[in-house]
């Protein structure tokens, strides 16, 4: 399994910015999703998972309202849309995949994409 995060970039404070993963070499319906982030000198922390067939989410309190993860599993890919962006919001991303259920914990998924960085000017 392989997982390619794409989508960051330089966003400003407000705007909006779509974050993808596409697996390879595997059916990603077959797993449960979750996006993390890392801020410089901090923890990786969980933002967000989706259920194998999107119909369930759960999302850190952090971006609740804000983010919205999603996925399309006819073309293996799973989406993180960041509304109003800030600048706390900076960080790499990475997208992880697990064959158990969908989790916060990071310790669940074995699959994990290379991470984006995504900036947020003020």
């Known amino acids: 399994v392989q997982l390619q995060a794409s989508g960051g970039g330089l966003v400003q404070a407000g705007d909006s910015l779509r974050l993808s993963c596409t697996a390879t070499?595997?059916?990603?319906?077959?797993?449960?999703a979750g996006w993390f982030r890392q801020a410089p000198g901090k923890e990786r922390v969980f933002i967000a998972s989706?259920?194998?067939?999107?119909?369930?989410?759960d999302y850190a309190d952090s971006v609740k309202g804000r983010f919205t993860v999603s996925r399309d599993n006819a073309k293996n890919t799973v989406y993180l849309r960041m509304n109003s962006p800030k600048p706390e919001d900076t960080a790499v991303y990475y997208c992880?995949?697990?064959?158990?259920?969908?989790?916060?914990?990071?310790?669940?998924?074995?699959?994990w994409g290379q991470g984006t960085l995504v900036t947020v000017s003020s």
């Open positions: 070499r595997t059916r990603l319906s077959a797993y449960g």
């Open positions: 992880a995949a697990t064959l158990m259920a969908y989790s916060s914990d990071s310790t669940r998924y074995k699959y």
């Open positions: 989706i259920s194998r067939g999107g119909g369930a989410t």
